[in-house]
């Protein structure tokens, strides 16, 4: 084909050829370009389905609020809840009806009513017994009054702090010798621990061999048995500072002190007791009931004795 024939003819116009122009859609917001093979997050906040922002970050919603949604959107489980609350307030009312046969709160609460004036004038009289006269425990309409209103009224406070107290001194004695250690500081608190047990227990079933008739609780003999450890303390203490011969001076008052104590105290829980019943003094359960009282108090100087003698050297 010769060139001369693709030529135009003379005069012709020539046709200028432009370039095709596409319609390329306009990217709406919130649409990505179509050119682009990624989204760009950098900039734009994440969202999640449904055009909701997320929490959980990554443009994904948060696992735990939805499972919680899940949860409480299910009526078994609402139900579930409403039963499990149910059953545990009917079981807090079944404990709280049922607590006192067990550990008797009531009077638990009684013998720790106690104040400062109280504890002051009770470890001066069970230092210095000799001088107090009325012994007797008052009462209002059949009912002992508080120990903070009566001086010879039995409490707890005083006997719980002293028996600390006891077990921190004698850790006190013993790391002074270089002889503390942690088993033997809990040998001993176990050790004073049985003695008040074995007390308790002996005093109890010998008041049962001798049919005594007595409001003598079991909480008023550990209160009673419990104020020893007031002398022991002051003994330990004394013999610290000044030797064995001032632990024997002090813990020997202390002794006679407690041993008075416990003979004017008990006598009327058990031997007052005879006389309203009628039973002759000189009687044969009478004098059983005056010896079992002597011996009370008589072993209360001899455990105060074999519970210090070895922390003070």
């Known amino acids: 084909m010769h060139a001369a024939g693709l030529a135009a003819p003379a005069g012709t116009p020539r046709l200028r050829k432009w370039p095709s122009k596409r319609r390329v859609p306009a990217s709406q917001p919130g649409m990505a370009d179509p050119h682009q093979f990624f989204d760009d997050t950098s900039s734009a906040p994440s969202r999640g389905y449904g055009g909701q922002p997320s ?3 990554l443009g994904y919603p948060s696992p735990s609020s939805s499972h919680e949604a899940a949860f409480l959107a299910d ?4 139900m579930a809840m409403a039963y ?3 059953l545990a307030a009917h079981g807090k009312e079944l404990v709280d009806k049922n607590i006192d046969r067990f550990i008797p709160v009531t009077k638990l609460k009684y013998y720790f009513a106690v104040d400062t004036v109280y504890v002051g004038k009770k470890l001066g009289l069970l230092v210095f017994p000799y001088l107090h006269q009325d012994w007797e425990v008052q009462y209002q309409q059949d009912t002992p009054v508080a120990p903070r209103f ?3 009224a039995p409490d707890l406070y005083i006997p719980a702090m ?3 107290t ?8 013993l790391g002074t010798q270089d002889r503390f250690s942690p088993d033997l500081l809990g040998l001993q608190a176990s050790s004073a621990l049985a003695w008040l047990t074995l007390e308790v227990v002996a005093i109890l079933l010998s008041l049962y061999l001798v049919t005594v008739n007595t409001d003598l609780t079991t909480i008023d003999l550990v209160a009673f048995l419990g104020y020893k450890y007031v002398g022991m303390i002051g003994g330990v203490l004394v013999g610290l500072l000044f030797g064995k011969i001032g632990y024997y001076v002090v813990l020997g008052w202390c002794c006679v002190s407690i041993f008075v104590f416990m003979i004017r105290t008990l006598r009327l ?15 044969a359960r009478n004098q059983l009931r005056m010896y079992l009282t002597m011996a009370v108090a008589a072993a ?3 455990l105060m004795y074999w519970l210090t003698f070895h922390l003070v050297r």
């Open 300 to 302: 209360q100087p001899l």
């Open 162 to 164: 002293a028996f600390i």
């Open 75 to 78: 009526p078994m489980s609402n």
């Open 55 to 57: 929490h959980g970050g």
């Open 269 to 283: 829980k058990i031997l007052a007791q005879a006389a309203a019943e009628g039973v002759p003094v000189r009687g």
């Open 84 to 86: 499990g609350s149910s």
């Open 166 to 173: 006891y077990i921190l001194v004698a850790g006190l004695a």
């Open 150 to 152: 009566d001086i010879n």
